[in-house]
C-alpha cells in the first residue's frame, strides 16, 4: 500500500527530506507498484539516489522475473539488496498463485507460466550472487497451497546465493480472498521448515510501501513527508 506513485525526481527530494527528519536511516527502498523492473521507474530512481546518497544501502524488491536479465542494470544503480518473492518452486502450486506471465512478449498461462517464472526467479538469483548482491527471499505463506512446500522453497535458494527468508502471512483478498489467512500454528511450522535450510527473517509485519523511519527508534515519519494521513503502520521487513 501507498499513498501515491511518485517520479524519480520526487523520490530523490523525499528522501532528502526524510534524511532532514531523521538522519539515521540507513537503507532505501522501492517495493512497487507493480514490480520494480517491469519499467525503468525504480532503476533510475536508485541511480538518483546513489549519486548523491552512495552510503544509503538501496534494496529492491521484485518477483525476480526479470532479475538475470537485468542483472547489470541493478547492480550499475547502486543495488546491494535485492529481494526475490518467491512462492513456489513447484510450477502446479505457482500456477495456483501466478495466473499468467508476460514474457518476451507474449502472455503465458498455468504451467508454462509457472514454469517461466520458477527458471527466471532461480536465474535471477544466481546472477545476483555472482555480482555479490545479497538475496533475500520473501515467500507469502498460503493455506492450502503452499503451506507444506516453504522448505522446499527455502532448499531450494540457499545453494545458489539467498542468505536469508522471510515468511510474510496471506492476506485474503482478490484472488484469494476466499482463503484463510495462517494460524500463528502454520507460520511456526513454515519458519521451522524454512530454518533447516536459510537463517529466517522473523521480525516483519505487513508494511506500508511508504513507511519512513528506525524501526525501534520511533513510530513511521512519513505523515510529515506526505500530506495524506494513514493509519499507523510500520515494519522493516
Known amino acids: 500500500m501507498t499513498r501515491r506513485v511518485l517520479r524519480p525526481e520526487q523520490c530523490l527530494e523525499k528522501v532528502r527530506q526524510a534524511l532532514q527528519v531523521c538522519p539515521e536511516i540507513s537503507v532505501v527502498g522501492i517495493a512497487g507498484p507493480g514490480d520494480t523492473l517491469a519499467t525503468d521507474h525504480a532503476l533510475t530512481t536508485f541511480l538518483l539516489i546513489h549519486q548523491e546518497f552512495p552510503d544509503l544501502i538501496k534494496c529492491m524488491s521484485t518477483n525476480g522475473l526479470m532479475l538475470a536479465r537485468r542483472a547489470d542494470e541493478v547492480v550499475r544503480a547502486g543495488v546491494s539488496t535485492v529481494t526475490v518473492t518467491i512462492n513456489g518452486v513447484d510450477p502446479a502450486i505457482v500456477a495456483m498463485v501466478a495466473s499468467s506471465v508476460r514474457w518476451n512478449g507474449r502472455v503465458l498461462s498455468g504451467r508454462e507460466a509457472a514454469e517461466t517464472l520458477i527458471e527466471q526467479q532461480l536465474l535471477g538469483i544466481r546472477s545476483m550472487a555472482a555480482r555479490n548482491v545479497l538475496v533475500k527471499i520473501n515467500t507469502v505463506l ?61 521480525h516483519c509485519k505487513h508494511c506500508r510501501a511508504d513507511a519512513v523511519g528506525v524501526p525501534g527508534l520511533h513510530q513511521d515519519i512519513s505523515a510529515m513527508l506526505y500530506d495524506e494521513p494513514i493509519a499507523a503502520t510500520f515494519s522493516h521487513g
Open 142 to 202: 498460503i493455506p492450502g497451497v503452499n503451506d507444506r512446500h516453504i522448505g522446499e522453497i527455502a532448499k531450494s535458494v540457499a545453494p545458489i546465493g539467498a542468505f536469508r527468508i522471510n515468511i510474510i502471512s496471506l492476506i485474503p483478498q482478490h484472488d484469494m480472498v476466499n482463503l484463510p489467512a495462517p494460524s500463528c500454528q502454520q507460520l511456526r511450522e513454515a519458519r521451522v521448515a524454512a530454518e533447516r535450510y536459510l537463517p529466517v527473517f522473523r
